[in-house]
């Protein structure tokens, strides 16, 4: 549980942090001491809380005198839900009776609690702390493995899904979906709105795998979006070393029939079946191709950046269940579709997996890195910047799109 403390007043602090750490169990790194309005907006734009305790009267800046008015303008920022993660549930105090006068029609309206605080006793702390256990109460109720999110993040390795909660999306600690799953939850903003988010990676690599615990976290969670960021090959000439790559449609390339040939001899009879992107995700990722100032951004936040900024393109993507290190092969592959763009292990799987969802169905995205080229100079030394990659062009994508793609 995280509590956001907005007061200056350091004697008030400490009172509240004994009796949370006592009273209510918590772990002094849980709550976090804001002392300006300026210092909470800081908080509240990068973190979700269960609780604010707001004093009435806080400085604007450090520097700034308490007023009421700094605190009216940080309560009606969070009640409005644009630029500020909203808390759970907000705590008004004050030791002042006139500012518990100019605020109390603002709190009733937003049915919040303003409690007066005193200096000579700590009896007022009691309302805060019952706040607290009924809030860790309410939590532990909460049937976690069916609270739906709006977007779902799933990659095969550990590494991918590392970069993407290192997106600052407020990520809770992994918590068990069911015996063999968990998932992180997150939050972020598209365009004013909130959408909650839940990341994960499958147990092993390949399209098995990743089709069945997306199927199963589909059903459980509802997203709205589906999304699986990584890494991939890329075809030479047809994408560069950090190149984030969106399918747009992806099939098994194993798939087909070993038969004999006139001559006696052995021949693959190919017979695959492509899984499409919507074509709302498609245009929307020509958009995002177009904007270079987010893409050179990235880029150059990288400390051992390539010499040249990556781009984003589109294209076919083909799926196996094994990992490539031959370029002849690459050629068999790209011959069954020449625009092909990349190649991977686990985008037909998870499109598959949702193609066959229940109504209503998740739009599906794919968004992998090229890291290699799949061929025998094959290694791991674009790895980290590919995932770099790939997390971060799924954040800038999913808080510009997101509104209109649900």
């Known amino acids: 549980m995280r509590v956001l403390i907005v007061d200056d007043n350091a004697a008030r602090v400490s009172v509240i942090v004994r009796r949370l750490v006592e009273d209510c169990s918590l772990d002094h790194s849980d709550i976090i001491n804001s002392r300006c309005a300026y210092e909470a907006r800081a908080s509240l734009s990068s973190e979700k809380f269960d609780l604010m305790l707001l004093d009435i009267r806080i400085p604007g800046r450090l520097d700034d005198a308490p007023d009421v008015a700094h605190s009216l303008q940080l309560l009606a920022e969070v009640e409005e839900g644009a630029a500020l993660l909203m808390p759970g549930k907000i705590v008004g105090m004050t030791a002042y009776d006139d500012a518990a006068l ?4 603002a709190f009733k309206d937003a ?34 493995s069916h609270e739906k999110v709006d977007v779902l993040v799933i990659s095969a390795l550990s590494s991918e899904i590392e970069a993407i909660r290192s997106l600052s999306w407020s990520w809770t600690a992994p918590e068990p979906v069911d015996d063999t799953a968990f998932i992180s939850r997150g939050v972020f903003i598209s365009n ?12 092993r690599m390949g399209m098995v795998s990743s089709a069945v615990l997306t199927s199963k976290l589909v059903a459980t969670l509802s997203p709205k979006i589906c999304v ?41 009879q190919q017979d695959p079946h492509q899984v499409s ?31 040249t900024p990556f781009a984003i393109k589109r294209g076919p993507m083909a799926c196996g269940s094994a990992v490539l290190a031959n370029s002849d092969y690459v050629a068999e592959i790209q011959r069954q579709n020449r625009k092909l763009r990349a190649i991977e292990m686990e985008s037909y799987g998870f499109l ?6 229940n109504e209503p ?15 025998n100079l094959k290694g791991d030394d674009y790895q980290a910047y590919a995932c770099y990659t790939s997390a971060q062009t799924v954040r800038a994508f999913l808080e510009r799109f997101a509104t209109d793609l649900t």
């Open 102 to 105: 100019a605020a109390q029609q």
């Open 111 to 144: 049915t919040w609690t303003l409690i007066v605080t005193s200096e000579i006793s700590d009896g007022w702390c009691d309302t805060v702390v019952n706040c607290v256990r009924y809030l860790q109460l309410e939590a532990g109720q909460r049937s976690t």
């Open 192 to 203: 004013g709105r909130q959408f909650t988010v839940a990341s994960t990676h499958a147990a």
């Open 228 to 268: 699986m960021p990584g890494i991939c090959a890329g075809l030479p000439g047809r994408a560069e070393i950090g190149d984030v790559v969106f399918a747009e449609c992806s099939w098994d390339y194993q798939s087909g029939r070993y038969a004999v040939d006139a001559d006696g001899g052995s021949v693959f």
């Open 277 to 307: 992107v919507d074509v709302k995700v498609v245009t929307r990722v020509d958009e995002m191709a177009r904007d270079s100032h987010t893409l050179y951004a990235i880029w150059d936040a990288w400390p051992t950046k390539p010499k």
């Open 352 to 357: 598959h997996a949702i193609s066959v969802a």
């Open 361 to 375: 169905r998740p739009l599906a995205i794919v968004a992998k890195s090229v890291c290699d080229f799949a061929d």
